[in-house]
């Protein structure tokens, strides 16, 4: 299985980015088999008996607010990231380009009309589909549209895994 994995995230397709090659393919290995892939999952169980709005958190410059990455690593985004977008969090000093700006506004008005409706679908924002469909919430590249989890996350591969 370690062979399969390293050929499925070799570090050199990593290289360019700043970091650790060897370091940045490990990370998406924790990334899709702890995290994405283990959540879909849960999401197509809960979809069964209750609507679900999937989303994924997908901003590559996420500020370190918690200050646990070396300078030279990005964490781009991981898990809890998204929360000082949300949230004012006492002790932490979070400073917000204004795409990030605009990103936070949008989230917080998705969280807001969840809390009060069960669906964060509100006029002005781009629509939010029921999973199977995914929201990607981002700054930048694409901004907030929908993705392709299990494929961005190799699911197939690690569902097939033996």
Request: with cysteine; net charge neutral.
């Amino acid at each position: 299985m370690a062979r399969r994995v390293y050929v499925r995230y070799p570090p050199r397709a990593y290289s360019g980015q700043s970091g650790s090659p060897a370091a940045l393919a490990w990370a998406a290995v924790g990334t899709d088999v702890g995290w994405v892939c283990p959540t879909l999952a849960a999401d197509r169980l809960l979809a069964r008996h209750v609507p679900v709005f999937s989303f994924e958190f997908a901003e590559p410059n996420v500020p370190d607010f918690l200050g646990i990455f070396p300078k030279d690593y990005p964490p781009g985004a991981f898990h809890g990231s998204e929360l000082p977008l949300l949230f004012d969090i006492e002790g932490t000093s979070v400073q917000l380009d204004s795409a990030q700006r605009n990103l936070s506004e949008s989230m917080i008005i998705y969280w807001a009309a969840f809390a009060a409706q069960g669906d964060p679908n509100k006029a002005g924002l781009p629509r939010w589909p029921r999973f199977p469909a995914t929201q990607s919430l981002d700054s930048a590249r694409g901004g907030i549209s929908q993705t392709d989890l299990a494929a961005g996350h190799q699911c197939r591969f690690w569902a097939s895994r033996t």
